[in-house]
Protein backbone atom coordinates (compact mmCIF):
# COMPACT_ATOMS: atom_id res chain seq x y z
CA UNK A 1 0.00 0.00 0.00
CA UNK A 2 0.84 3.43 -0.47
CA UNK A 3 2.25 5.43 2.00
CA UNK A 4 3.47 8.95 2.65
CA UNK A 5 6.36 10.19 1.01
CA UNK A 6 8.61 12.73 1.72
CA UNK A 7 11.26 14.48 -0.60
CA UNK A 8 14.20 15.31 0.16
CA UNK A 9 15.38 12.43 2.89
CA UNK A 10 18.26 14.81 3.25
CA UNK A 11 19.04 18.10 3.09
CA UNK A 12 22.26 20.15 3.87
CA UNK A 13 21.74 23.55 4.35
CA UNK A 14 23.98 26.63 6.07
CA UNK A 15 22.87 28.92 8.50
CA UNK A 16 20.42 32.07 6.87
CA UNK A 17 19.16 29.59 3.68
CA UNK A 18 16.07 28.74 3.17
CA UNK A 19 14.68 25.12 2.59
CA UNK A 20 11.54 23.74 1.15
CA UNK A 21 10.43 20.37 2.29
CA UNK A 22 7.55 18.19 0.46
CA UNK A 23 5.04 15.33 1.57
CA UNK A 24 2.47 13.63 -0.54
CA UNK A 25 -0.27 11.70 1.63
CA UNK A 26 -1.28 8.41 1.11
CA UNK A 27 -4.01 8.57 -1.34
CA UNK A 28 -7.20 9.84 -0.51
CA UNK A 29 -6.36 11.38 2.73
CA UNK A 30 -7.25 14.61 3.37
CA UNK A 31 -4.96 15.98 5.79
CA UNK A 32 -1.99 16.34 6.57
CA UNK A 33 0.23 17.40 9.48
CA UNK A 34 4.31 18.24 10.06
CA UNK A 35 6.10 17.33 12.86
CA UNK A 36 9.52 18.17 14.12
CA UNK A 37 11.30 15.67 16.11
CA UNK A 38 15.28 17.24 17.62
CA UNK A 39 17.65 14.75 19.10
CA UNK A 40 17.06 12.84 21.62
CA UNK A 41 13.78 14.59 21.84
CA UNK A 42 9.65 13.09 20.87
CA UNK A 43 8.06 14.81 17.72
CA UNK A 44 6.51 18.27 17.81
CA UNK A 45 3.51 19.33 16.36
CA UNK A 46 4.02 22.73 13.78
CA UNK A 47 1.05 22.73 11.82
CA UNK A 48 -2.06 20.99 10.13
CA UNK A 49 -4.16 21.36 7.01
CA UNK A 50 -7.37 19.79 6.73
CA UNK A 51 -8.71 20.25 2.91
CA UNK A 52 -6.34 22.73 1.55
CA UNK A 53 -7.02 24.61 5.09
CA UNK A 54 -4.62 25.46 7.86
CA UNK A 55 -6.22 23.31 10.58
CA UNK A 56 -4.10 23.77 13.69
CA UNK A 57 -1.18 25.23 14.74
CA UNK A 58 1.80 24.44 17.05
CA UNK A 59 5.35 25.56 17.96
CA UNK A 60 6.22 26.80 14.47
CA UNK A 61 8.03 29.49 14.38
CA UNK A 62 7.43 32.07 12.47
CA UNK A 63 10.06 31.90 9.80
CA UNK A 64 8.57 28.77 8.78
CA UNK A 65 5.24 28.47 6.62
CA UNK A 66 3.01 25.60 4.88
CA UNK A 67 0.67 25.10 2.93
CA UNK A 68 -1.45 22.37 1.13
CA UNK A 69 -2.30 21.98 -2.15
CA UNK A 70 -5.34 21.54 -4.76
CA UNK A 71 -3.68 17.46 -5.09
CA UNK A 72 -2.99 17.64 -1.51
CA UNK A 73 0.31 17.44 -0.89
CA UNK A 74 2.44 20.26 1.23
CA UNK A 75 5.09 22.11 1.87
CA UNK A 76 6.98 23.47 4.20
CA UNK A 77 8.90 26.15 3.73
CA UNK A 78 12.01 27.07 5.98
CA UNK A 79 13.65 30.80 5.88
CA UNK A 80 16.68 32.28 8.00
CA UNK A 81 17.49 29.11 8.62
CA UNK A 82 19.27 28.67 12.32
CA UNK A 83 21.24 25.83 14.04
CA UNK A 84 18.81 24.68 16.03
CA UNK A 85 16.51 24.00 13.36
CA UNK A 86 18.59 20.82 12.40
CA UNK A 87 16.12 17.78 13.08
CA UNK A 88 13.98 15.29 11.53
CA UNK A 89 10.68 16.67 10.04
CA UNK A 90 8.19 14.20 9.90
CA UNK A 91 5.25 14.85 7.58
CA UNK A 92 1.92 12.45 8.74
CA UNK A 93 -1.75 11.94 6.93
CA UNK A 94 -4.84 10.46 7.63
CA UNK A 95 -8.07 10.77 6.56
CA UNK A 96 -10.76 12.93 8.49
CA UNK A 97 -13.10 10.93 10.72
CA UNK A 98 -15.68 12.92 8.38
CA UNK A 99 -15.37 10.07 6.23
CA UNK A 100 -17.61 7.63 7.36
CA UNK A 101 -15.59 4.80 9.33
CA UNK A 102 -12.37 6.78 8.80
CA UNK A 103 -11.05 6.73 12.52
CA UNK A 104 -8.37 10.32 11.54
CA UNK A 105 -5.29 7.88 12.27
CA UNK A 106 -2.06 9.49 11.62
CA UNK A 107 0.51 7.62 9.34
CA UNK A 108 4.16 9.17 9.33
CA UNK A 109 6.15 9.79 6.18
CA UNK A 110 10.02 8.22 6.61
CA UNK A 111 11.10 12.04 7.29
CA UNK A 112 13.37 14.14 6.27
CA UNK A 113 16.66 15.09 8.14
CA UNK A 114 17.76 18.30 7.63
CA UNK A 115 21.54 18.94 8.95
CA UNK A 116 22.16 23.53 9.30
CA UNK A 117 25.65 24.26 9.26
CA UNK B 1 6.06 19.91 33.13
CA UNK B 2 4.83 17.91 30.27
CA UNK B 3 1.70 16.90 28.79
CA UNK B 4 2.03 13.56 28.71
CA UNK B 5 4.76 11.51 30.45
CA UNK B 6 6.87 8.69 30.38
CA UNK B 7 9.60 6.40 32.18
CA UNK B 8 12.05 6.87 29.77
CA UNK B 9 13.94 3.17 30.89
CA UNK B 10 15.26 1.73 29.12
CA UNK B 11 13.74 -1.46 30.26
CA UNK B 12 16.07 -4.80 29.59
CA UNK B 13 13.86 -7.35 28.60
CA UNK B 14 15.16 -10.64 28.26
CA UNK B 15 13.82 -12.53 25.24
CA UNK B 16 10.35 -14.24 25.97
CA UNK B 17 9.99 -12.21 28.93
CA UNK B 18 6.77 -9.58 29.76
CA UNK B 19 7.54 -6.06 29.94
CA UNK B 20 4.85 -3.50 31.01
CA UNK B 21 5.19 0.23 31.19
CA UNK B 22 2.90 3.21 31.91
CA UNK B 23 2.11 6.59 30.82
CA UNK B 24 0.12 9.71 32.35
CA UNK B 25 -1.51 12.71 30.73
CA UNK B 26 -2.36 15.48 32.19
CA UNK B 27 -5.04 16.85 29.39
CA UNK B 28 -8.62 15.51 31.21
CA UNK B 29 -10.16 16.48 27.36
CA UNK B 30 -7.80 13.88 26.10
CA UNK B 31 -10.16 11.65 23.82
CA UNK B 32 -7.81 9.43 22.23
CA UNK B 33 -4.98 7.63 22.82
CA UNK B 34 -2.18 5.73 20.93
CA UNK B 35 0.66 3.83 21.32
CA UNK B 36 3.69 4.17 18.57
CA UNK B 37 6.54 2.30 18.35
CA UNK B 38 9.59 4.52 16.60
CA UNK B 39 13.26 2.52 15.64
CA UNK B 40 15.98 4.26 15.72
CA UNK B 41 15.64 7.71 12.89
CA UNK B 42 13.36 6.16 11.61
CA UNK B 43 9.56 7.32 11.54
CA UNK B 44 6.63 6.58 14.19
CA UNK B 45 4.82 3.76 13.60
CA UNK B 46 1.35 3.00 14.98
CA UNK B 47 1.39 0.18 16.94
CA UNK B 48 -2.19 0.54 18.64
CA UNK B 49 -4.85 2.37 19.50
CA UNK B 50 -5.88 2.32 23.25
CA UNK B 51 -9.30 1.90 24.03
CA UNK B 52 -11.33 2.65 27.74
CA UNK B 53 -12.21 -1.28 27.93
CA UNK B 54 -8.70 -2.25 26.95
CA UNK B 55 -7.89 -4.07 23.70
CA UNK B 56 -4.84 -7.02 22.55
CA UNK B 57 -3.48 -7.48 19.39
CA UNK B 58 -0.94 -10.26 19.50
CA UNK B 59 1.48 -9.91 22.13
CA UNK B 60 0.29 -6.47 23.24
CA UNK B 61 -1.92 -5.49 25.58
CA UNK B 62 -2.85 -1.95 26.04
CA UNK B 63 -5.14 -0.44 28.79
CA UNK B 64 -6.44 3.34 29.66
CA UNK B 65 -7.81 4.37 32.97
CA UNK B 66 -9.54 7.95 32.49
CA UNK B 67 -10.10 8.45 35.81
CA UNK B 68 -6.26 8.65 36.90
CA UNK B 69 -5.59 9.67 33.40
CA UNK B 70 -2.49 6.46 32.61
CA UNK B 71 -2.45 4.56 29.89
CA UNK B 72 -0.31 1.53 29.85
CA UNK B 73 1.20 -0.81 27.29
CA UNK B 74 2.25 -4.59 28.33
CA UNK B 75 4.41 -6.68 25.87
CA UNK B 76 4.17 -11.02 26.14
CA UNK B 77 6.96 -13.00 25.10
CA UNK B 78 9.09 -10.49 23.83
CA UNK B 79 11.31 -10.83 20.88
CA UNK B 80 14.36 -8.99 19.70
CA UNK B 81 12.12 -7.52 17.05
CA UNK B 82 10.19 -5.72 19.85
CA UNK B 83 13.36 -3.63 20.92
CA UNK B 84 12.20 -0.02 20.04
CA UNK B 85 11.15 3.07 22.10
CA UNK B 86 7.44 3.15 22.71
CA UNK B 87 5.87 6.28 22.16
CA UNK B 88 2.45 7.11 23.99
CA UNK B 89 0.42 9.81 22.36
CA UNK B 90 -3.13 11.14 23.24
CA UNK B 91 -5.05 13.80 21.02
CA UNK B 92 -8.52 15.65 22.15
CA UNK B 93 -10.78 14.76 19.60
CA UNK B 94 -11.16 16.97 16.24
CA UNK B 95 -12.94 15.86 12.89
CA UNK B 96 -9.50 16.43 11.13
CA UNK B 97 -6.01 18.23 12.15
CA UNK B 98 -6.27 17.05 15.46
CA UNK B 99 -2.36 17.33 16.72
CA UNK B 100 -0.73 14.31 18.18
CA UNK B 101 1.06 14.91 21.68
CA UNK B 102 3.78 12.43 22.32
CA UNK B 103 5.27 11.25 25.33
CA UNK B 104 8.87 11.21 25.70
CA UNK B 105 9.34 7.43 24.74
CA UNK B 106 9.90 4.61 26.61
CA UNK B 107 13.27 2.79 25.36
CA UNK B 108 12.74 -1.43 25.55
CA UNK B 109 16.10 -3.39 24.72
CA UNK B 110 15.21 -7.26 24.19
CA UNK B 111 17.84 -9.45 24.92
CA UNK B 112 18.81 -13.25 23.72
Known amino acids: AAGVIQSPRHLIKEKRETATLKCYPI?????VYWYQQGPGQDPQFLIS???????DKGSIPDRFSAQQFSDYHSELNMSSLELGDSALYFC????????????????FGAGTRLSVL | RKEVEQDPGPFNVPEGATVAFNCTYS??????FFWYRQDCRKEPKLLMS???SGNEDGRFTAQLNRASQYISLLIRDSKLSDSATYLC?????????????FGGGTRVLVKP
Open chain 1, 27 to 31: PRHDT
Open chain 1, 92 to 107: ASSLSSKHKGAKNIQY
Open chain 1, 49 to 55: FYEKMQS
Open chain 2, 50 to 52: VYS
Open chain 2, 89 to 101: VVTSFKAAGNKLT
Open chain 2, 27 to 32: NSASQS
